[in-house]
């Protein structure tokens, strides 16, 4: 059951990354490639400060996704002056940048030896140590986060970043302050994506740079485009079977060397079968082109 609830706990971080990656990407159009430096960002911050500052888990976990948003916001203030390939590569950038601190910066983040011995978290007295209390908590913060954005598009909010995605022109023209709104999603993004940040250091007590690297964040990326952007199933469909996609290898007996790399062209291949067949995802309304 323990390998069950692991799957299940896996699967609801990447839906909340994929959901959040989705509020910049498919309702955005904004197509981002630094998601796991926010996710990254999450579970260092709220880890240093539960282990060096010996804040208590809630404390740390808010500050640590209010810091992200902040960040992010800040990011977002250059990023979104550029548009199309432009902005693609300035997020790659930040990607890079956080990356690069992360693994350098020894004497805060261990770099790539990494931080072990995350404390587990404790919630009101109680502390969540097994599987099962880890799945319900991972379940009960994406359904949260869910519900957040859920809120945010079902607003007018939300209408009109679906407006400025389409047609930023004709945004601007009916008074909308485009990058306004294309900061406020970029925010919004980084700080939700910070929440499965922090649950998966907690989970794992130990994290390091190679977690948050460009790959991580093209394979958030992968999720959503194989699930489909634009509502809230495509995310979930798409966390579902890329999580479960490698775990299949699983039971084919293959030398862990080979499926390694099976995983890879498995996810190549989806990609570009999707892409050719199928480009707005297995249940997306935003086509990516």
């Known amino acids: 059951m323990n390998y069950l609830y692991h799957i299940l706990i896996m699967i609801c971080i990447y839906a909340t990354l994929a959901q959040s990656l989705n509020l910049v ?15 990254g960002l ?3 911050i709220a880890s240093l400060l539960m282990m060096q500052a010996h804040w208590p888990f809630l404390l740390s976990f808010v500050t640590s996704v209010i810091a ?9 203030i250059p990023a979104i002056r550029l548009h199309g390939d432009f902005f693609v590569l300035a997020t790659l950038g930040f990607q890079v940048i956080v990356f690069s601190t992360l693994y350098n910066w020894v004497d805060v983040t261990r770099g790539p030896y990494g931080i072990s011995g995350v404390p587990r978290p404790s919630l009101f007295g109680f502390s969540v140590s097994s599987p099962l209390g880890f799945l319900v ?9 869910c519900g957040v954005l859920w809120l945010l598009l079902s607003s007018p909010y939300g209408r009109t970043l679906q407006a400025v995605r389409e047609d930023e022109i004709a945004a601007a023209s009916l008074g909308k302050d485009v990058n306004a709104f294309k900061r406020s999603a970029f925010a919004w993004a980084g700080a939700i994506a910070a929440v499965p940040g922090v649950l998966f250091a907690t989970y794992s007590s130990y994290i390091d740079p190679t977690s ?3 790959e991580e964040s093209i394979f958030i990326l992968c999720i ?9 199933r495509g995310p979930v469909i798409g966390a579902v079977v890329l999580v479960l996609l490698p775990e299949a290898l699983r039971f084919l007996h293959i030398p862990d060397s080979i499926a390694a790399n099976l995983r890879q062209i498995l996810y190549g291949l989806a990609l570009i079968f999707m892409m050719r067949f199928r480009p707005q995802g297995i249940a997306g309304k935003y086509a990516f082109d």
Request: proline share 0%; with cysteine.
């Open 25 to 39: 990407v498919g309702y955005g159009g904004m197509l981002s490639l630094s998601h796991a430096a926010f996710y």
């Open 42 to 44: 999450g579970a260092y």
């Open 68 to 76: 992200v948003g902040m960040l992010a916001w800040l990011v977002s």
């Open 137 to 145: 908590l991972t379940f009960v913060a994406a359904l949260i986060c």
């Open 212 to 214: 948050f690297e460009l």
């Open 224 to 232: 959503l485009i194989i699930g489909g952007a634009g509502n809230f």
